[in-house]
């Protein structure tokens, strides 16, 4: 039997409609300053080790693809997923067995892991650095804002969560600027995408 063209159409529109991720209940805030949880290396994020009179020993590296940096006498260690200070252990110990306590000072300099993506009706699409708290506004402020034919009231924020796999999140512009949604302006996480439909 022979589909019509307008009946295969409606068809795909609604296996599209079913396949479309439900917005979620607004996350909630993070902990106020003092209270957050400390950075976690990344790829491809820039670090700085010293070791204390040892400057042959210390250098500035950047995490690669597989998660190792090549530290000097070393050779490669595992650093994404761990803190600067759970990484500074791990080096410590592994240099004690060369050198007499050695005093070791890791630090990230570069944090180019935790980036979001904005794309869609902005003028800059791509990632972004979140280099301190930004919020969804500001992701859309530094892609440039957004663009002539924007549809602001329907902006989505992509986030995938271990617990309930890919989540969305909505933000309504005008009526964010109307304070009639004051919530959905929210704090973004490394991996989120924000998607601006045009």
């Not at 300053?33 to 700085?48: E, H, K, M, T």
């Not at 699409?125 to 892609?143: C, D, K």
């Not at 986030?159 to 109307?178: C, N, S």
């Amino acid at each position: 039997m022979r589909v019509p063209g307008w009946g295969l159409a409606l068809g795909v529109a609604a296996l599209l409609h079913l396949a479309c991720v439900a917005p979620a209940p607004l996350p909630e805030e993070p902990p106020g300053a003092g209270a957050r949880s400390p950075y976690v290396i990344g790829i491809p994020d820039q670090l700085q080790i010293t070791v204390w009179k040892n400057p042959e020993l210390s250098a500035r590296l950047v995490v690669r693809s597989d998660g190792m940096i090549s530290v000097p006498l070393l050779d490669d260690v595992q650093a994404e997923g761990l803190t600067a200070e759970e990484l500074k252990e791990v080096i410590t110990e592994a240099l004690s067995e060369y050198i007499t306590n050695p005093d070791v000072t890791v630090m990230v300099v570069g944090m180019n892991s935790n980036t979001v993506s904005v794309m869609g009706g902005v003028l800059r699409s791509g990632e972004i650095p979140l280099q301190r708290e930004t919020r969804v506004l500001q992701a859309i402020a530094m892609s440039g804002g957004f663009s002539t034919w924007a549809k602001k009231s329907r902006v989505k924020v992509l986030r995938q969560t271990p617990e309930g796999g890919l989540v969305e999140y909505r933000f309504d512009y005008p009526a964010y600027l109307a304070g009639k949604a004051p919530g959905t302006n929210i704090v973004l996480k490394p991996g989120d995408t924000i998607v601006v439909p045009d």
